[in-house]
Structures are given as C-alpha cells and as structure tokens.
C-alpha cells in the first residue's frame, strides 16, 4: 500500500477550494517567515548542546582507540638513581609483548566498540532530540490553528452579540438570549487563552531547542515526505536503521571484550625484553663502562585474589546478558512508537476528507439558521450552538492536518529516510509539498 502525503494535501486543497469558504484559513499565521521542518530538524543539531556533548565523547573515544593500537608496539623506559655517594645510575629498556593470552586484542576490542558506541549515541541523541521536537511542533501548530479559528469564532459571536443587542433593544428577543451568548464570549476567552498558552509554551520549548528566538514568527510549511509501505514494511526497516539498536549491538561487543578481558587475565604474559645499564663514579666525571647490553625473555603471571578472575568471567557474561534483553525492550518500545505513528498517519488520512466536509455542512448549516433565525422559523440556541459547531469542527479539521504532518515525519524517521546528522531527504530524494 503507498500513501501519498503530497497527494492527499492537493486533494485536500481542491476540496477546499470547492467546498469550503473559510477553512483555507484553519492553519493561517499573521508573517511570512516560513520554515521547512527539516529547517528547524537542522538548525537543532547544528547548536543543540546534546549533540556538541557527544561529539567530544567521540573525540575522547578515537583516542582511547589509537592508545590500544600503540599497545602493540615497543614500550620503551628509562629509570635513574643517585646514591648518597654521589654515584649515578640509569637502565633503559624496551618491553615488546610475545603473547598476552588476547588481553591486547581484548583492549583493542573494549575500544573499538567504545567508539562504535559513543557514534551511535550520537546518532540516538539526534534522533530523541527530533522525536520531542517534532512533538513540539505538533503541540505548537495545534496551538497556533486553534487559536486563529477561535479568534475566528470570536469575531462571528462579536457580530452576533450585535445583532442580539438590536433585537434586544426592540423588544423582539429576550434578555435571556443576550445572556446566553454572554456565557459563550466567555467561553470563548477561556479557550483563547489555553490555545494561546499551549502554543507559546510549546514555541519556547523549539526556541531552546533550535537556539534562536522566532518571536512568535515561525511559520511551519506544510511539506512532508513521502509515506509509503506496510506497517510490517516500516517495523523492518526501523529494526535495521535505528541507532539505539545499533548502539545496544556496540554495547553487547563492548560486553563480549570485556568477557574475553577477563579469560585473558588468567593466562601469563610473555615480553622480550632489552635492557642497558649506565652508570658514572660521580655526578660530573663520566667513567667508562662495563654494563653491556642483553636480552632476556619475562615470564609474568597474577591471577588475582582468591577466585576473582573466575568471577569477573561470572560477571561479564550476565552483562553481555543483560544487553541482550535490553534490545528487546528497546524493539518492544520502538514498534509501539512505529505503530502509534502509523495508526495517526492512516487515521488522519481517512478522516480528513469528512473532516473537511463537516466543516463545509456546518457552515452552511450556520448561514441557513441565521436566515431562519431572522424569518423567525429557528430558535437563538440553534444559532448560537451551529455557530460553536462550526468552530469545532475548524479546530477538528486544523488538528487531523497537523496530525496527519507530523505522522509523516515521524514514519520517516523510524524508516531512516531521515538522517538524523544531516538534511531530510526521502530514498527517491523527493519531499511532497503544498504550500498553504
């Protein structure tokens, strides 16, 4: 099954366009200062200190993987002495590993998969950052939308409250009517105030995140990428793409290394050694001498205390264990995420052609009873509460848009059609687009 995200927005502009008079206006914003969402994805991971952080950690990790190569080599020292007789003395030598049991293999391992490790958090700190600030976007639109339909609403109930006043006035309606559309400006305040509330929370909680102020001028374009596949076809790719699972597969070698750490430390190491004695009779006057180079085999060996070494074999098998059963918490809780986005995306699309239809009925419904309401065949309740109708159903329609956006991206990004560390683009490099 291929959904089309831009195709289903052009089919919902042509239905507007045809149906509708005002619900062009369900997502408006007062500027023009327009964002792609991608814009904002980026301009998150470009100053976000989240990701500066971890970028350090791989620094810190490449150099802890070039000091385990360097434990390869030669380990050359150099010791001195001075005696209270004013003779002085020096040894230097030269330590080449033979055989240590893989205890080197094992380092060089441990920091291999540290590396792999401190890569992919870096990826996964990208990707949970996108997740909230796709999550911020959403509330934010939501906000944004509900509040222009319900100033909308306001201004239809202000024109009401006009005519009511009149009627009023002549002594053709009751004080009971003017009371009751009282009731509902009042209403309408309250509402205001909360969307205007969720809206400008949720704008500062993406101004910390990007680290720019918008000063209540972000405008998010309604441009998405292509949703297309099965929910098992997008479970799949996740399981091969997303980072957290890769990075728990970095963890279980870091595991493994460790495991082979600790057999390793049972087995003696094995060095050639070359070793040179200088000495002097005194601090000032070099004298010859007699100290000649030579070559010798060392043979070390600790085992630890007691049964230790057994026990940190004990200890580093439950652990690579353990990382084992958090992958599958990890994938049980990365379907659930595949498959709420999923259920929203396929929802909002079957809902948005009745959605908007509702909205179109209503408002027709509302220009009938106001005409009824003048003949006097309709009641000012069915007036006023068609009115509050057709607000709802605005904010209803403005909402399954912003849900049905934010799905797209989201299933985007359980598939790996987004790069967390770079531009969004989709496998055919395409974005759907309608700009409203």
Not at 51 to 78: C, E, F, H, V
Not at 278 to 294: A, E, H, K, L, Q
């Amino acid at each position: 099954m291929r959904l089309l995200f831009s195709i289903s927005f052009i089919f919902l502009s042509l239905l507007e366009a045809q149906t509708l008079d005002n619900a062009d206006n369900t997502i408006q914003y007062s500027n023009s200062n327009r964002y792609c969402i991608e814009d904002i994805i980026n301009m998150t991971l470009l100053t976000h200190p989240t990701i500066k952080m971890n970028r350090q950690i791989i620094k810190g990790s490449d150099a802890q993987l070039r000091g385990a190569k360097w434990g390869y080599y030669p380990t050359p020292s150099l010791s001195s002495y001075q005696t209270g007789d004013n003779l002085f003395g020096a040894t230097l030598s030269i330590d080449q590993p033979l055989f240590t049991g893989g205890k080197l293999d094992a380092n060089y391992d441990l920091a291999l998969a540290n590396k792999k490790s401190s890569e992919y958090s870096l990826e996964d700190s990208a990707y949970t950052l996108i997740e909230t600030l796709l999550n911020n976007i959403k509330t934010y639109m939501e906000g944004e939308s509900s509040y222009t339909v319900l100033l909308e609403g306001q201004k239809q109930l202000r024109i009401l409250e006009g005519m009511v006043s009149r009627r009023v006035a002549a002594g053709v309606s009751s004080r009971a009517d003017m009371d009751l559309l009282s009731a509902r400006l009042y209403q309408m305040d309250t509402d205001l105030n909360f969307a205007k509330t969720k809206r400008d929370t949720a704008l500062a909680q993406i101004e910390i995140m990007t680290g720019r102020p918008f000063d209540n001028k972000l405008i998010v374009e309604l441009s998405a990428p292509v949703v297309s596949g099965t929910l098992s076809s997008v479970i799949d790719e996740s399981m091969n793409t997303h980072p957290l699972l890769k990075k728990i597969d970095a963890q279980r070698e870091y595991a493994k290394a460790e495991l082979d750490k600790a057999k390793a430390n049972i087995w003696p190491n094995l060095s050639l050694k070359v070793q040179q004695n200088f000495g002097s009779s005194s601090m000032t006057i070099d004298t010859p001498s007699d100290n000649n180079p030579f070559v010798y085999i060392s043979l070390q060996a600790s085992t630890g205390a007691g049964l230790s070494a057994r026990s940190a074999i004990e200890g580093a098998q439950a652990k690579i264990l353990q990382v084992e059963q958090e992958k599958l918490i990890a994938k049980q809780s990365i379907v659930n995420k595949i498959m709420f986005a999923y259920n929203d995306y396929n929802s909002a699309i079957s809902r948005i052609s009745s959605q908007g239809k509702s909205v179109g009925s209503s408002q027709r419904v509302f220009a009938s009873y106001t005409r009824l309401f003048l003949a006097g065949k309709r009641q000012w309740l069915d007036l006023v509460n068609t009115s509050r109708e057709v607000t709802q159903n605005e904010i209803a329609f403005s909402s399954v848009k912003v849900t049905m956006l934010i799905a797209a991206y989201q299933l985007a990004l359980y598939k790996g059609d987004i790069n967390p560390l770079g531009t969004f683009r989709d496998k055919n490099n395409q974005i759907g687009k309608v700009n409203k």
